[in-house]
């Protein structure tokens, strides 16, 4: 009788550590492949693109202008959001030069104030002299810059991930 | 009638609910005096505030379209065309806005009666969680309106994520789902406000209730009766069984009116004065943007405004982790003694000191006085009284140089700069020249940017802002 109490127990024993593994296998199954693919971005390479942003001839020497193009890793269903802005400079001399639009503070956009030559963020109020050098305000550090170049007639961007700085 | 009373019977008996619910709604709770009853309606407000959440938001997801690139759309069709689609929006603006309100006002009541003490101390650390897990749905919810001020609080929020050490880069990816702001984010958003978070939101509320179950409501605090973990749940037992009533309909009456009236009033708020307006289509490349968090983080946007930069990291990161931190082992340390506000002075001052502060910022968030205005009234001919032709083309270069986005005269202009209506009184010319063409005190030098007939034009205008005779 007492043989079989043990017996009995044991199997119990088993079965209950048996189920705890099997139920944590699963589980451990199903997560694995859901995890993975949320945290998917995060191991992607980062995808620079050369983006075309208008002829040569449309930038005058001396001008900031706004300039649109695709970003560089858009979603087939991303509508507006696949493009992106950049303040282009063409110096005077003809060299280019392109800054994020968005401020080294908190990365909202800052907005190139053609008269007094700054560029200003509407949220908390940092400043940024023409060259992205910081002027005043909360940011660290100047204007992200991205490489320029002109290939064929155009000048092209070089398109990366938003910039977190 | 009776067929419905003969099915109900016929339920019962098969699945025994009135045997279940019944002792769960009358079990006994401290008895409410003629006002202390009223101090527990704002956890049950709370859960009815996000029961309109969860009905509003099951309608809106029938319509809305988790798609970056319609997600705008399908909202303006939501507010402007479908049949009770502005009042949907707004009720679920508006019970969120009641929400974050009311979770904030039950906590306060907790912690001013010291409820969160033995043996209600998990009770309050699921709380803790709640309040953040609510703050989170308000966060992801904006973001879901998917117009410029969604995508650009989107691009605030993974930067402030990239601020922590080491891993911040991968967060502000995986904020942004991916390495810009795109199609992938707003269906992540999506999947977090509408799944992820009210699943574990179901789950913690939940546990919370258990526990109400378990532990009963606090009683009354009283001065002479400090809470001893050795004695309280038999002489708290005890009470109930000399001075318990049921929870239904004795105290739950109070719960019904005060919902009824947060329902009411939520809707009231939704018909008539309506959802927050949709800004412009989530297109980055629109620059002239302004994103500004809802009302309730307004108070954080002031702080993130005006910290000294080298506190910045810490304030973003270190300051709701320490406040989290806090929360979370207050009943751990102050488990047991006094729960009486008036024996209580340090918990009372506290909260005094942080509705007073959390209220200051609000309000500086609301002005925003370190954002410049870039759409300023001009100047009118009264104010600038141009005396000579220099200080007329004085007032002129203040308008068009970018003076007026940071100094007001007379009330037109921004206010990130020190006010310029009497500045003449306080500055000779020459520190006005000095001033503008060297900067300082956070304002850049525009010795640059400035020709020097431009300079003598602008000090002549400063020069003329006096207080008048």
Redesign the interface.
């Known amino acids: 009788m007492a043989d079989s109490q043990q017996d009995c127990q044991g199997r119990r024993r088993f079965l209950a550590r048996l189920s705890v593994a099997l139920g944590s296998l699963a589980t451990a199954l199903i997560a694995l492949p859901v995890i993975g693919f949320l945290?998917a971005?995060?191991f992607?390479s980062?995808?620079r693109k050369w983006r075309p942003v208008g002829a040569l001839q449309d930038f005058e020497n001396g001008q900031t202008v706004?300039v649109?193009f695709e970003?560089?890793?858009?979603?087939?269903?991303?509508?507006?959001?696949?493009?992106?802005?950049a303040w282009l400079r063409r110096e005077p001399n003809g060299e280019f030069v392109a800054f994020a639009?968005?401020c080294t503070?908190?990365?909202?956009?800052?907005?190139w104030?053609e008269?007094?030559?700054?560029f200003?963020c509407?949220?908390?109020?940092g400043?940024y002299?023409r060259d992205g050098t910081v002027?005043?305000?909360?940011p660290?550090r100047p204007l992200v810059r991205y490489p320029v170049r002109v290939s064929d007639g155009q000048v092209e961007i070089l398109a990366?991930?938003?910039p977190?700085? | 009638m009776r067929f419905l009373k003969k099915a109900w019977e016929w339920f019962d008996a098969r699945t025994d609910a009135s045997k279940v619910v019944g002792p769960l709604m009358r079990h006994p709770v401290p008895p409410g005096g003629r006002y202390s009853g009223w101090m527990y309606i704002f956890g049950s407000a709370t859960l009815f505030a996000f029961l309109i959440q969860v009905f509003t938001g099951i309608a809106l997801a029938t319509a809305y379209v988790s798609s970056a690139g319609q997600a705008f759309e399908s909202l303006q069709w939501i507010t402007n065309e479908a049949f009770l689609g502005r009042v949907l929006r707004g009720m679920h603006y508006f019970g969120a806005s009641a929400m974050v309100l009311l979770v904030g006002i039950h906590m306060i009541r907790t912690f001013l009666t010291g409820s969160y003490k033995f043996p209600r101390e998990l009770n309050w650390v699921v709380g803790v969680l709640l309040l953040g897990l609510t703050v989170l749905m308000g966060f992801t919810g904006q973001l879901l309106r998917w117009d410029q001020n969604g995508v650009w609080s989107t691009i605030v929020a993974a930067e402030q994520a990239g601020r922590v050490p080491i891993v911040g880069p991968w967060l502000a990816r995986f904020i942004m789902g991916g390495q810009t702001v795109g199609g992938a984010t707003l269906s992540r958003f999506f999947a977090y406000h509408v799944f992820f978070i009210p699943a574990i939101i179901f789950a913690m509320v939940g546990l919370h209730l258990v526990l109400v179950l378990r532990h009963g409501i606090s009683e009354k605090p009283s001065a002479s009766r400090p809470v001893d973990s050795k004695t309280y749940r038999a002489w708290y037992e005890d009470m109930l069984k000399r001075e318990g009533v049921p929870f239904w309909p004795d105290a739950a009456w109070r719960d019904v009116v005060f919902g009824f009236l947060v329902v009411a009033s939520v809707i009231f708020l939704a018909w008539r004065v309506g959802p927050p307006a949709l800004t412009t289509p989530p297109d980055p490349t629109i620059i002239q943007a302004y994103p500004r968090p809802d009302w309730y983080l307004l108070w954080y946007f002031a702080v993130l405004a005006q910290m000294p930069p080298t506190a910045e990291n810490f304030v973003i990161i270190g300051a709701p982790l320490l406040a989290g931190v806090c929360l979370l082992i207050l009943p751990l340390i102050f488990s047991t003694g006094q729960r009486a506000p008036s024996r209580r002075p340090w918990a009372v001052a506290s909260i005094a000191l942080i509705v007073v502060m959390v209220g200051t910022l609000w309000i500086q968030g609301e002005r925003s006085p370190w954002s410049p205005d870039f759409d300023p009234r001009p100047l009118p001919a009264s104010v600038v009284q141009a005396a000579t032709p220099e200080i007329a083309g004085g007032a002129r270069f203040f308008e068009t140089k970018g003076c007026q986005y940071c100094h007001a005269i007379s009330g037109s202009g921004g206010q990130r700069g020190p006010d310029l209506t009497t500045v003449g009184d306080r500055l000779s010319p020459q520190l006005i020249t000095l001033r503008i063409l060297n900067g300082g005190h956070n304002m850049p030098p525009f010795a640059s940017t400035l020709k020097p007939d431009e300079v003598t034009a602008l000090v002549a205008f400063l020069q003329s802002r006096k207080t008048p005779p």
């Not at chain 1, 503070?105 to 907005?111: A, D, E, I, S, Y």
């Not at chain 1, 002027?135 to 909360?138: E, K, L, M």
């Open positions: 945290l971005p995060l992607e980062i995808a706004a649109k970003d560089a890793s858009p979603v087939p269903w991303a509508g507006v959001t696949g493009q992106t802005a639009i968005n503070h908190l990365g909202c956009p800052v907005r104030v008269a007094a030559e700054l200003m509407p949220c908390h109020g400043v002299n002027a005043a305000g909360p660290p990366g991930p938003t977190i700085t």
